[in-house]
């Protein structure tokens, strides 16, 4: 099961779907600028190319409304997540990292964290294999 934890607000999930069942998502929220969030796929499904494929698409989102880049928070303990955003073309912003700790309520309850955040963004419209584009 995915829980969709920010549901409300202003911005929306991206679903990956197997017929009916629910493989992964993505949260995209519709700040400046847009931040991609929660990206997620079950445990059977991972290892697939599911969470390139939704962060590609809310990218894609991002772009149509308009904006030309994406921000995302990636936690510095998290080495999987960091290959999936640099492989991505996702880069350091420079904002320091942002340490997090103690209870965060969200909408499927609290939960505790202790936690580095580091914040990473990428240009939209360019082919991050392709440098100085």
Same mark, same amino acid.
């Given at each position: 099961m995915l829980g969709l934890a920010r549901l409300g607000g202003d911005g929306f999930?991206?679903?990956a779907w197997d017929g009916e069942e629910a493989l992964g998502h993505a949260h995209l929220a519709l700040t400046d600028p847009p931040e991609l969030q #929660?990206?997620?796929v079950r445990e059977p499904h991972r290892r697939l190319g599911i969470? &390139?494929?939704l962060t590609q698409a809310a990218e894609a989102?991002?772009?149509a409304r308009g904006f030309d880049r994406v921000r995302v928070t990636v &936690? #510095?303990?998290n080495p999987a997540a960091q290959r999936l955003y640099r492989k991505q073309g996702y880069v350091d912003t420079g904002i320091p *990292?942002?340490?997090i700790v103690g209870t965060v309520v969200i909408r499927?309850? *609290?939960i505790e964290v202790d936690d580095t955040l580091l914040t990473w963004e990428k240009q939209l419209g360019r082919d991050p294999q392709v440098p100085g584009q």
């Open positions: 999930y991206l679903v #929660d990206v997620a969470a &390139s494929a989102q991002a772009e &936690s #510095d303990a *990292p942002k340490r499927t309850g *609290p």
